[in-house]
């Protein structure tokens, strides 16, 4: 898997497995040995529900979280060794905030800075730079336990960004946000990754992947279970364009064993049929041909969402 | 496919001044509560001097006090045991609930695990911190002792690090506990109330140890507050304080003990924390 190019590997990964000691003594293999060629510059993203095995694949590329078998490396080097020269060049966006909520804003980030070993003066100077590109100068003196989520969560990048990190791992980066926040984030991110920082993701939002992902992943119970562009994943994973047939709740069962055989793939929901089609229109009016007579009728493009739903299922994990 | 890492090797190699950040950090921090720290640490001698070195000592100096206390005055009794009694109440005080919210609350910790820093110098620092705060409450405790005459000879300055020692050797401790509590559940309650406070009061700090009955007497003899006692109490009094030379080796033995296995259990709780 991954591809080869011209560009060196940031992350490559072999059979990597990770389990976990829990109470009562049983052992829980969050991730089941996975291969990944991450290229530098890239934008890269892990798909997958809840207990998916994203974020401990994470915290091991991290290397805050030693792997329990398998060949890592990052940006060459193997992490159980060199852990601390590793961490010196990547940036963490972790899922939940961890800012001193005590401490100003601009003081978080020079804080930050020592911890990289940056001097004091560089510190500061860092931390300007990087309050004006999060837009949070005018809140520069503020505490931190004052800000909105999207201001904290944009400090947050910005204190991972003080030692000008050559990979940024973002673990869930907008979960929580409104719209607005979520788009000023992704502007910020694009612009790192023009910059020619690799960004490394979680998300859970299909639109996020799209936005900002050049490849992504698909994990489901600890395996990689896809792996593409978006688009290769839609075009290898789902049909061109979905029709959506609305009927009263409990009406779309009637209607299933005729539009049957039409299409590859139709799928059932409670008041919907998804008919997985390459000509939504055409698909459309084959139906109505045969006295299908839905409440509405909606032909879309396929998105990830439904490959993401396809590939790991509609029923909640947890 | 080979196993690696059974011990956190992560953690292994060092990041120069990554202890010291950590330290920078805090004191950071603690600028927001610099001038309450301070005072309380000025208010509360002047209290308890006041309260028990004049009131209850006036009592006790005109009773049967002098004779058992080795013809020492109450207040001169006292004095070192109460500044070993605050050096530990900070210690506590910092190890605990403010220590703790960095593991669970503000996830402070796991914050700086991400950068070359490592768990042990994230313990390190922490308890350098915690030192450096439990020193500076020392300090300011000696200089109201001096003020009320109570500070001892020319040797008196000792209570400072005698009393470091016993707080920051309870402190790494405390640091090894927040390290493996996943729920606070109000074990560090449990903690003031049960151990703290009765090891305050039955360590040889308001009256000696030989007041106790026999059968007790162990409960001072395993308490550090007792042999940090025996020692501020020496430093003050010297020979009056009426400590064997032997046995103070022996105390100074069991405090440096007690803070090197704490140490070590806490930058392993740490590790095992943050690392896994």
């Known amino acids: ?318 | 496919m080979t196993v690696h890492d059974t011990s956190p090797a992560t953690a292994a190699s060092r990041w120069p001044g990554g202890t010291r950040a950590v330290v920078e950090y805090l004191v950071l921090g603690w600028r927001r509560y610099l001038v309450s720290s301070l005072s309380e640490a000025v208010g509360a001698p002047l209290l308890y001097l006041l309260a028990l070195g004049l009131g209850l000592g006036a009592l006790v100096d005109r009773g049967s006090g002098g004779g058992a206390l080795g013809g020492v005055g109450y207040l001169d009794y006292i004095a070192p045991a109460l500044l070993t009694a605050a050096a530990l109440q900070v210690g506590v005080g910092e190890s605990a609930y403010p220590a703790y919210s960095r593991f669970k609350w503000t996830r402070v910790f796991l914050g700086i695990s991400a950068t070359p820093v490592s768990p042990r110098q994230i313990a390190d620092g922490q308890l350098l911190f915690v030192a450096l705060r439990v020193v500076t409450g020392a300090v300011l405790y000696y200089l109201v002792l001096l003020a009320f005459g109570a500070a001892g000879g020319g040797w008196g300055p000792l209570m400072v690090v005698s009393g470091t020692l016993t707080a920051c050797g309870c402190a790494a401790w405390i640091l090894a506990l927040d390290s493996v509590l996943t729920s606070e559940g109000g074990v560090f309650n449990v903690l003031f109330r049960f151990v703290i406070v009765p090891m305050t009061l039955f360590s040889g700090s308001f009256f000696p140890v030989d007041r106790i009955p026999a059968a007790l007497r162990w409960v001072a003899w395993v308490s550090p507050l007792w042999h940090g006692n025996e020692l501020a109490r020496t430093a003050a009094l010297g020979g009056a304080a009426g400590v064997p030379a032997a046995r103070l080796l022996l105390h100074a033995v069991v405090l440096l003990a007690l803070l090197g296995t704490g140490v070590a259990v806490a930058r392993r709780g740490f590790d095992r924390r943050l690392l896994r």
Request: with cysteine; hydrophobic share 40%.
């Open chain 1, 1 to 318: 898997m991954g591809r080869p190019g011209d560009r060196p590997s940031v992350i490559t990964a072999r059979g990597l497995r990770k389990s976990f000691e829990v109470k009562g003594g049983a052992t829980v293999e969050a991730v089941r040995g996975i291969d990944l060629e991450v290229p530098a510059g890239q934008a890269f993203g892990f798909l997958g529900p809840n207990g998916a095995g994203k974020s401990s694949t994470m915290r091991m590329i991290a290397c805050v979280s030693p792997r329990t078998s398998g060949e890592l490396r990052i940006l060459g080097r193997d992490p159980a060794v060199d852990g601390v020269a590793i961490r010196a060049r990547l940036g963490v966006v972790p899922q939940q905030d961890n800012l001193d909520e005590e401490l100003s804003v601009r003081e978080n980030l020079f804080v930050y800075g020592r911890y990289f070993g940056l001097p004091r003066a560089r510190c500061w100077q860092r931390a300007d730079e990087l309050l004006e590109f999060a837009q949070l100068t005018e809140k520069s003196g503020a505490k931190v336990e004052n800000l909105s989520g999207g201001m904290k969560r944009r400090l947050t990048i910005a204190r991972s960004l003080m030692n000008e990190p050559e990979v940024l791992l973002l673990d869930e980066p907008t979960t929580g946000l409104d719209p607005q926040a979520r788009h000023v984030l992704w502007d910020r991110l694009f612009r790192l990754k023009q910059q020619g920082v690799t960004l490394i993701l979680t998300t859970h939002y299909m639109d996020e992947a799209e936005q900002l992902c050049d490849r992504l992943v698909v994990m489901d119970g600890g395996v990689l279970v896809a792996e593409g562009s978006p688009a290769e994943l839609i075009a290898g994973y789902s049909t061109r364009e979905v029709l959506e047939l609305r009927f009263v709740p409990g009406e779309q069962t009637a209607a299933e064993p005729l539009v049957a055989g039409l299409v590859e793939r139709v799928e059932t929901l409670p008041d919907r049929l998804l008919l997985y089609t390459p000509d939504g229109d055409r698909t459309l009016a084959e139906v109505t041909e045969r006295g299908v007579r839905p409440v509405s009728a909606l032909v879309r493009r396929s998105t990830l969402e439904d490959v993401f739903l396809h590939l790991t299922g509609r029923s909640l994990v947890d």
